[in-house]
T-cell receptor, first 116, second 114 residues
């Protein structure tokens, strides 16, 4: 149980393109979803936290107009990287958590985003 | 503020040998502690978690971890390592004080020699 599906797994696109990444909880209802960014050989950096039906809470330094997050249902959250540039190239990982705060986060397999 | 330190960036062990990965945390209350494993190009898989109760927790794939409040540690152990255990391991801390957000350590890269 507790499967999180993230799509696409890899995206290569031109600079200036907007890219949407989907994160789905397949067998549980995710009251909270998280979006992380991971640079090569580094740890995960939390970008934002989203609760179903409300606006996402962004971490300090993360541009909310650049990284649009939508959490329209209990099983789906999307991250849109708007007008992507090469510096946005990274590994983006989502996680989902059901129930109360002491439940663990379950992670998707990540999206490798490469902006040319 | 909550934080996690994983002192060992790389560890190499022989297959069949025992393993201990170190994790120290800083948190202002009783923490929630997690160990995750990440294979190259993949997401994170939960190995085990500690919320309360028994300080020795058992996880998947034969891993265990012990919560030691006095040492602010949550070290991961496995008695006999398999070649398939080679991966990146992340310790994470969270809890109600931090809005239930997780803070990850910088990870330990495990290499297994055959």
């Amino acid at each position: 149980g507790a499967v999180v599906s993230q799509h696409p797994s890899r995206v290569i696109c031109k600079s200036g393109t907007s890219v949407k990444i989907e994160c789905r909880s397949l067998d549980f209802q995710a009251t909270t979803m998280f979006w992380y960014r991971q640079f090569p050989k580094q740890s995960l950096m939390l970008m934002a936290t989203s609760n179903e039906g409300s606006k996402a809470t962004y971490e300090q330094g993360v541009e909310k107009d650049k990284f649009l997050i939508n959490h329209a249902s209990l099983t789906l959250s999307t991250l849109t990287v708007t007008s992507a540039h090469p510096e946005d190239s990274s590994f983006y990982i989502c996680s989902a958590r059901g129930g109360s705060g002491n439940q663990p986060q379950h992670f998707g397999d990540g999206t490798r985003l490469s902006i040319l | 503020a909550q934080s996690v330190t994983q002192p060992d960036i790389h560890i190499t062990v022989s297959e069949g040998a025992s393993l201990e990965l170190r994790c120290n945390y800083s948190y202002g209350a009783t923490p929630y502690l997690f160990w995750y494993v990440q294979s190259p190009g993949q997401g994170l898989q939960l190995l085990l978690k500690y919320f309360s109760g028994d300080t020795l927790v058992q996880g998947i794939k034969g891993f265990e971890a012990e919560f030691k409040r006095s040492q602010s540690s949550f070290n991961l152990r496995k008695p006999s390592v398999h070649w398939s255990d080679a991966a990146e391991y992340f310790c994470a801390v969270g809890g109600t004080r931090g809005g239930n957000k997780l803070t990850f350590g910088t990870g330990t890269q495990l290499k297994v020699e055959l």
